[in-house]
């Protein structure tokens, strides 16, 4: 009975897709408008794992025997009991499980219908992807959907329904939040590359910013191999022989200087042989400095060099600080140059770079400072016992003052009729500490930069929108104009954004108006 009610659900859930077809698209905009689509996105994968899942889980109990069919494997000497009589439609209609089953299936179909409407503007607006290249990753999809459906087909020929269906529901949730969180990393990874990241191991937005992807194979490749009787020099060359000019070993699944390190060279001096030049090893665990002299001196003698040898694991900025401190301090021991290891090292950075680790969020709030009346702008304040909480008021514009160095010294927000270029002495105010200013005579000023670019105008772009490389190179460009005491790791000089005279003059006088009252 539990297939024929599978099948009969699995009627009702196509009816109900018909129907899903017409409502979903409009519902799920609504939640798009209300909460954003992210949230829309993954109240879709919500919905099928809080919901789908758990009821194929307890209702998908089908056995093929009393049908007189076996799974693929079972033993063919198994007796086949003639099928009893199935029930009527009208029993199958009547029992909970049927219509439990077919919320279930309807759930899953519909879902599709809301995100397949949608995904053109997710991807486009959000992810900055071309319609053409929407059109190719749903096309992708497509493909995906036939191939899916015939492996489903084969897996419930070896495996239970039960399991197949909660492996299907699965994928489908990873679907949903895949397409809701996606584009999170997108982002990251774009700003990853502007803030310094030469290059990206998301193979996508690669693609789409036209940088090159760089990564390596992951351990699993080695324990596969090991686990089906071959061992890590099997496994290396095996990658080798699909990467030959790409060849980047991951050393340390075994042992790192003991096996890693050694095969990696067997399989690098095979390459050459072949005419291919290796480009590196990868180490992702133990002591990362002490191994990176180890590794180089032994890519070293066996006259690799130029090998790069990538890190990895947990970095960030203070750990890889400590690792070239090391390895300034140890190398001349073993006989290594300190300066042309650091030269060829690679720094992996991932899960504290993604999550923003040790300031996971940025705690900005909106806060109304003007209000446009009659063409003008009148300043607004707010009062606040914690005086970091009190806001600048007024129409403002900003501005970078460049010292005789050319080093910037601080950042100066001014009122909109205010340029500093004009004046011959410039104050800057500290923001909420009343004794503490200073002054900067014109011939003391090397530039001064404005900050506040148009970009639209009455709801029109009016920029030029630069691309990546052109990102970057001002991101060098003002990363370098920083003093270095500003840019050092620990302790670095607090970098000013003060206050024209004129409006911390307007803050005070405003905040005297307000308390008053």
Not at 78 to 89: I, L, M, N, Q, Y
Not at 289 to 300: C, F, K, P, R, W
Request: charged share 20%.
């Amino acid at each position: 009975m539990a297939i024929l009610v599978i099948f009969g659900a699995l009627g009702v859930a196509a009816g109900c897709q018909a129907v899903g077809a017409f409502i979903m698209p409009l519902a799920f905009q609504k939640l798009v408008a209300s909460s954003g689509w992210q949230t829309a996105i993954f109240a879709l994968a919500a919905l099928e794992l809080v919901i789908c899942l758990p009821l194929v889980a307890f209702l998908v109990k089908d056995d093929p025997h009393p049908l007189g069919l076996h799974p693929d494997g079972d033993d063919a000497d198994h007796a086949a009991p003639v099928a009893a009589e199935g029930p009527t439609v009208r029993e199958i209609v009547r029992t909970g499980t049927f219509w439990k089953l077919a919320v279930a299936f309807a759930i899953m179909g519909m879902s599709f219908y809301a995100l397949t409407t949608n995904v053109a503007f997710i991807l486009t607006k959000s992810a900055g992807l071309t319609l053409a290249q929407v059109a190719t990753i749903q096309a992708i999809t497509g493909v995906a959907v036939l191939f899916g459906r015939v492996g489903f087909g084969y897996l419930l020929d070896k495996f239970s329904a039960t399991t197949v269906g909660l492996l299907a529901l699965a994928l489908s949730a990873i679907y949903f939040a895949a397409y809701g969180a996606g584009t999170n990393f997108a982002f990251i990874a774009v700003a990853a590359l502007i803030g310094g990241a030469d290059y990206s191991s998301n193979v996508g937005i690669s693609h789409v910013l036209g940088v090159p992807p760089k990564g390596t194979h992951a351990h699993s490749m080695v324990q596969v191999f090991m686990a089906l009787g071959g061992n890590e020099l099997d496994a290396f060359r095996a990658f080798a022989d699909i990467y030959p000019d790409d060849c980047l070993l991951l050393v340390d699944t075994v042992d790192t200087l003991e096996s890693g390190v050694p095969n990696a060279i067997q399989v690098f001096e095979e390459l050459r042989r072949k005419g291919h030049e290796p480009v590196g090893i990868r180490l992702d665990s133990g002591d990362l400095a002490h191994l990176s002299i180890q590794s180089a001196n032994m890519l070293d003698k066996a006259g690799f060099p130029n090998a790069e040898i990538v890190l990895s694991n947990q970095l960030d900025e203070l750990i890889i600080w400590q690792i070239i401190t090391q390895i300034e301090e140890e190398a001349g021991r073993y006989g290594v140059d300190p300066d042309k290891l650091i030269e060829r090292l690679v720094f992996g950075v991932g899960t504290r770079l993604i999550t923003s680790a040790g300031d996971s969020a940025l705690d900005g709030v909106y806060k109304l400072v003007a209000v446009e009346k009659n063409g003008s702008w009148a300043p607004a304040i707010k009062i606040s016992e914690n005086p970091v909480k009190i806001p600048n008021p007024g129409h403002k514009h900003v501005w970078r003052i460049y010292d005789q160095r050319g080093y910037a010294t601080a950042d100066l927000l001014s009122l909109e009729d205010e340029d500093p270029r004009d004046m011959e002495r410039i104050t800057l105010r500290h923001p909420i500490e009343i004794h503490t200013y200073r002054h900067l005579e014109k011939q003391e000023v090397s530039r001064v930069e404005p900050l506040l670019v148009e970009v639209l105008r009455d709801g029109k772009l009016v920029y030029e929108l630069p691309n990546l490389e052109e990102i970057r190179k001002v991101r060098l460009a003002d990363r370098s104009a920083l003093d270095p005491g500003v840019r050092r790791l620990m302790n670095p000089h607090t970098y000013h954004v003060s206050l024209t005279q004129r409006l911390w003059d307007l803050k005070q006088d405003l905040i005297k108006a307000t308390t008053k009252e």
